[in-house]
């Protein structure tokens, strides 16, 4: 079986593209066709394991799941996890393989693109329909020789392009006809129709709009595409999906301080969720409230870069002060630690060799080893014996005499995590604790408040039928099937 594939390319970054393949995996998944989403290559810290055994971005894993399979790396050859302004950890089908400065990454693409047709012939061996994101923006000319994200690929693989605009940031009129002016001709020639997402209001008002795209570029319209609220309840695939803080009167509060380079942070989105939780997402050049009930550190992919950040908006002196009032700390994964006396990277795995002081808030040390782990766990969490299911994805071994207080006790046996003498403190590797519902009525519990009671997974299921059914009745899905090859 040879599956055939269209791709969804943007004009720009954010304008929705993980959002439509997701709900087109859900429309063509539920006529009962084997969907595959892809991604040649992607860019953000906000990673997913796989049941084969890598990482690929959190985006194809909504998508898998959209599409009703398991996430796998294929569905996401090449990874760039941004370790810097300018360089990246690139990961290929689901293993890091190095590290690049942005200008030096342009040398790895011609032998990177043999990795993402590999995994996408891995894909259409096996289903009815792969349906393809792009990266960024597909009028970035400068970048074209030797891409493997948008054209390049397209191209290289015969796949057809529907491009996508976003008119909610205006200019969505120049924005598609803009990128049928500077693309190469033969590359316009891959673009067989457009959409234009997040419409507000009536849609009769821009339907002079939509013929003047038309007219201008020869592409026809394939929908479009009003604003899906929902949305929100869906994990980010960046740090741009990051929204602000909730302002909720007489709720339990958690603090969290926004690192340059945060990861995993989809953590966060059950306790969001909660309707008796505020997260307060605390950026730079803000002080940690001291009325949070928990200062919650999440992952990063520069565990010691963001220390250093840390220390410099003055979030250490913050933390240490409420923790003397009392309040409790949660670190996840990097957030861990940072929790400790002592981080150090001998072999200059995220960066320069070097080894600087934790916050000195659990007695644990941690060394940056080149291993990384990443797997699929279960388990109970101690002292409570509550179950859970999450994930670790780290690199850095913790040892210490905190831990001799674990946090979790893992199915294999392994214990996991510290705490302090004082029960106030505590860290662990694992992550997605909260996305599962007895873990994160355990924690709020602890907290002094009650958990809704809904179902996160089942939520997330919810939602993506809901976009599925807005999907369908706002493009021509039978036009976008025929169309791809």
């Not at 943007?10 to 087109?24: F, M, N, Q, R």
């Amino acid at each position: 079986m040879t599956a055939r594939a269209i791709m969804i390319q943007g004009t720009g970054s954010d304008v929705g593209k993980s959002l439509i393949v997701a709900g087109l995996c859900r429309v063509f998944a539920r006529r009962g066709l084997a969907v595959r989403p892809f991604k040649p290559q992607n860019m953000s810290n906000n990673a997913a394991v796989t049941p084969d055994g890598g990482e690929i971005g959190r985006a194809q894993a909504l998508q898998a799941r959209a599409a009703g399979v398991a996430p796998s790396v294929h569905m996401n050859p090449v990874l760039l996890k941004p370790q810097s302004e300018t360089g990246s950890q690139i990961v290929v089908q689901g293993r890091m393989v190095g590290q690049a400065a942005a200008r030096d990454y342009q040398a790895w693409k011609p032998r990177l693109l043999a990795s993402v047709l590999e995994s996408f012939a891995h894909l259409t061996a096996e289903a009815d329909l792969v349906i393809v994101e792009g990266a960024g923006s597909a009028s970035e000319v400068n970048l074209r020789r030797g891409d493997i994200a948008n054209m390049g690929f397209a191209r290289a693989a015969g796949v057809p392009v529907i491009l996508l605009g976003d008119i909610d940031r205006g200019g969505v009129i120049a924005s598609l006809v803009g990128t049928r002016a500077v693309i190469d001709p033969e590359d316009a020639a891959m673009i067989r129709g457009f959409l234009v997402n997040r419409f507000r209001g009536d849609p009769s008002l821009f339907a002079e709009g939509m013929e003047t795209i038309a007219r201008a570029t020869g592409w026809p319209s394939l929908g479009l595409i009003p604003h899906f609220p929902q949305a929100a309840r869906l994990p980010a695939e960046d740090v741009l999906g990051l929204s602000g803080s909730q302002a909720r009167s007489g709720t339990c509060t958690v603090a969290v301080p926004v690192l340059p380079r945060i990861a995993n942070f989809d953590d966060l989105d059950p306790l969001r969720a909660e309707p008796g939780v505020s997260v307060v997402l605390v950026r730079p050049g803000e002080p940690i409230p001291a009325a949070a009930d928990l200062v919650l550190l999440p992952g990063s992919k520069t565990t010691i870069d963001d220390l250093v950040f840390l220390r410099a908006e003055g979030w250490d002196v913050d933390i240490h002060a409420h923790v003397r009032r009392g309040g409790r700390v949660l670190g996840l994964c990097g957030g861990y630690q940072m929790l400790g006396r002592r981080i150090a990277d001998p072999q200059g795995i995220e960066g320069a060799p070097r080894s600087v002081p934790g916050l000195g808030l659990l007695d644990v040390e941690t060394v940056m080893t080149a291993q990384k782990r990443l797997q699929a766990v279960t388990g109970v969490s101690l002292p409570d014996a509550v179950p859970f299911a999450g994930y670790e994805m780290h690199v850095g071994e913790t040892t210490g005499p905190d831990t001799a207080r674990p946090l979790i006790r893992l199915a294999d046996g392994r214990r996991d995590g510290a705490a302090s003498a004082d029960g106030r403190v505590f860290g662990t590797y694992v992550h997605g604790l909260f996305a599962d519902d007895r873990q994160r009525a355990a924690w709020l519990a602890r907290l002094g408040t009650e958990s809704s009671g809904e179902a996160y997974e089942a939520g997330i299921e919810t939602v993506l039928d809901a976009l599925g059914r807005h999907i369908a009745a706002h493009v021509d899905c039978d036009r976008v099937l025929a169309l791809a090859s």
